[in-house]
């Protein structure tokens, strides 16, 4: 059974600081990878999509890895913002349709 | 903005009571999905529909949950009777197929207490 685990739960830094969120997956045998933020009591946005075929995907002050075969993927926030304070989620999606979730790490960015 | 909503945003019901939700997706996606989110947790599957045809359903469904997606468009989300553990947030998402590598977007979810 895939199980999915973000590493920290929680995270606070100073603005300007650059940061790693970390995620790990059971099963190598996915189809991709995905990121969400989530805003206290919102939905969820996505943030970019790693393919398995991939090893990174950018956008903006964002870049996410991803190294199937360890079971590990990295979302890289650059130049941290005070917005930027948000829960972030990783998803894998296999076989199935559906999407399977860490249970996030909580950003906060101290101005 | 044509992203996935979700309808209500904030539901209040009694114990006991049934409760409705509505999802409308992006309007050329296929594929639509029902998560439930509890505080702290990441959002677990509930079922999952192909245009009109329920395909897949999780062990969470419970026989008081019902989902339907009468003419592939929108989908609702049913709870009869419902309980004090079924206070979450309830997120539809929505992906175009065949392809499972495609992005899936999700709404901002209807919040469910049940007191």
């Known amino acids: 059974k895939q199980e999915v685990t973000q590493i920290p739960a929680a995270l606070s830094v100073p603005e300007g600081e650059n940061l790693v969120l970390n995620c790990s997956f059971t099963d190598s045998a996915i189809y991709n990878l995905q990121w969400f933020r989530q805003d206290p009591g919102k939905g969820l946005t996505s943030l970019l999509l790693i393919q398995s075929s991939q090893r990174e995907q950018t956008s903006g002050r964002l870049n996410a890895s991803l190294d199937k075969s360890s079971g590990r993927s990295t979302l890289y926030i650059a130049a941290s913002q005070p917005g930027d304070s948000a829960t972030y989620l990783c998803?894998?999606?296999?076989?199935?349709?559906?999407?399977?979730f860490g249970k996030g790490t909580t950003l906060s960015v101290s101005s | 903005d044509t992203g996935v909503s979700q309808n209500p945003r904030h539901k209040i019901t009694k114990r006991g009571q049934n409760v409705t939700f509505r999802c409308d997706p992006i309007s050329e996606h296929n594929r639509l999905y029902w998560y439930r989110q509890t505080l702290g947790q990441g959002p677990e599957f509930l079922t999952y529909f192909q245009n009109e045809a329920q395909l897949e359903k999780s062990r969470l469904l419970s026989d008081r949950f019902s989902a339907e997606r009468p003419k592939g468009s929108f989908s609702t989300l049913e709870i009869q009777r419902t309980e004090q553990g079924d206070s979450a947030m309830y997120l539809c998402?929505?992906?175009?197929?065949?392809?499972?590598?495609?992005?899936?977007?999700f709404g901002q979810g209807t919040r469910l207490t049940v007191v």
């Open positions: 998402a929505s992906s175009l197929g065949p392809s499972m590598n495609t992005e899936a977007f």
């Open positions: 998803a894998v999606r296999q076989a199935g349709t559906a999407l399977i």
